[in-house]
T-cell receptor, first 110, second 115 residues
Framework: GDSVTQTEGLVTVTEGLPVKLNCTYQ???????FFWYVQYLNEAPQVLLK?????KRTEHQGFHATLHKSSSSFHLQKSSAQLSDSALYYC????????FGGGTRLTVRP | DPKIIQKPKYLVAVTGSEKILICEQY?????MYWYRQSAKKPLEFMFS???????DNQTASSRFQPQSSKKNHLDLQITALKPDDSATYFC??????????????FGPGTRLTVL
């Protein structure tokens, strides 16, 4: 089956500095789509980014990610972290169903 | 107005009892899902329905039974509750389960505590 790996469970970064959240995957499906979901405290997960095109950069709310099928990765990045970015981030792969990674909790400190 | 309604928001139950979690979506979607989130497993897929038919079941226990009385309803019945069932249960929906780009929208969740 599909699997998604987020290597960091916790990431802490200082406001204004860049942040990168890692996501790698394994799948046997040819037609796949990828999502980054963000979940703020006591709220439901919501889509932050989505992509299905290899080597194309996708951007939203200052975050960006590029799907690299050659390395099976879809890392999330932001050049300047904000306090309001503190949340739980999930990478997800759609193959036969939506498979989530374990999540990365991002804390942005002043 | 909320597009996906989950009721109740909070639920406390005793071990061995039975509860039903309600989910209604007003997005006009054809596919609906249940997920569970706990400290042990951050976000875990449980079921998917498409046009009121069960498409995928990743829940090992038969104590969890989804029920779809209407196209936009997908309730979750849990019997013989255990403390390990304590979690937040999210309902989600998407336009079409079959499309690879089908973005799922999540409801606010029901936080279940089993004593």
């Amino acid at each position: 089956g599909d699997s998604v790996t987020q290597t960091e469970g916790l990431v802490t970064v200082t406001e204004g500095l860049p942040v990168k959240l890692n996501c790698t995957y394994q799948t046997t499906y040819l037609t796949i789509a990828f999502f980054w979901y963000v979940q703020y405290l006591n709220e439901a997960p919501q889509v932050l980014l989505k992509s299905s095109t290899d080597n194309k950069r996708t951007e939203h709310q200052g975050f960006h990610a590029t799907l690299h099928k050659s390395s099976s990765s879809f890392h999330l990045q932001k050049s300047s972290a904000q306090l309001s970015d503190s949340a739980l981030y999930y990478c997800a792969l759609w193959g036969a169903k939506l498979t989530f990674g374990g999540g990365t909790r991002l804390t942005v400190r002043p | 107005d909320p597009k996906i309604i989950q009721k109740p928001k909070y639920l406390v139950a005793v071990t061995g009892s039975e509860k039903i979690l309600i989910c209604e979506q007003y997005l006009g979607h054809n596919a609906m899902y249940w997920y569970r989130q706990s400290a042990k497993k951050p976000l875990e897929f449980m079921f998917s329905y498409s046009y009121q038919k069960l498409m995928d079941n990743q829940t090992a226990s038969s104590r969890f039974q989804p029920q779809s009385s209407k196209k936009n309803h997908l309730d979750l019945q849990i019997t013989a509750l255990k403390p390990d069932d304590s979690a937040t249960y999210f309902c989600a929906s998407s336009q079409d389960r079959g499309q690879g780009y089908a973005e799922q929208f999540f409801g606010p969740g029901t936080r279940l505590t089993v004593l």
